[in-house]
């Protein structure tokens, strides 16, 4: 499955990698190897618990060479700088609190620090909106006006 992210976010996802295959592979061999040092593997916790940290790291290795495989990057040259697409940053009014977004593909989202994904329910409706157009938005506490002050 094709997954979009920004040129940053690809960068994450290949130094996550990096990390994951050298570092932290080399830390759980090490477990590993001091855990099975003490004999007996079968009632031995500390090398069940390495195991399991392994297998752990495995499936992100594994999660994350499947995301850069089918990652397409969003490039911003030539695009419309007053439509929203991903890698836009947003500056939105939403009911008098103004706020900034980054709008990222899925895997890059993260709220807290005011990246939102495409695909969210508010990512969705900002998609190829302009600068200046006010969207009524559904929230669990009724409809909400969103006005784009402006697309960077």
Same mark, same amino acid.
């Given at each position: ?10 960068? $994450?996802? /290949? ?9 932290? +592979? ?27 940290? $392994? ?23 030539? +695009? ?8 836009? /940053? ?20 993260? @709220? ?8 969210? @329910? ?17 929230? @669990? ?12």
């Amino acid at each position: 499955m094709k997954q979009y992210v920004t040129k940053t976010g690809l960068e $994450k996802l /290949n130094k996550e990698l990096k990390f994951l295959e050298t570092v932290e +592979r080399k830390n759980v061999s090490d477990k590993l190897e001091k855990a099975a040092a003490f004999g007996d593997l079968s009632d031995n916790a500390q090398y069940q618990e390495a195991r399991i940290e $392994k297998g752990f790291l495995e499936g992100r290795i594994k999660q994350l060479r499947n995301m850069i495989a089918t990652a397409i990057v969003v490039e911003d040259e030539g +695009r419309d700088k007053d439509v929203i697409h991903i890698g836009s /940053n947003v500056y939105l009014d939403i009911q008098g609190d103004k706020q900034k977004f980054k709008i990222v593909g899925a895997n890059e989202a993260d @709220p807290l620090k005011g990246k939102i994904s495409y695909q969210s @329910p508010l990512g969705k409706i900002l998609m190829k909106k302009r600068k200046g157009q006010s969207i009524n938005f559904e929230t @669990p506490k009724g409809k909400t006006i969103v006005k784009i002050l402006n697309v960077e």
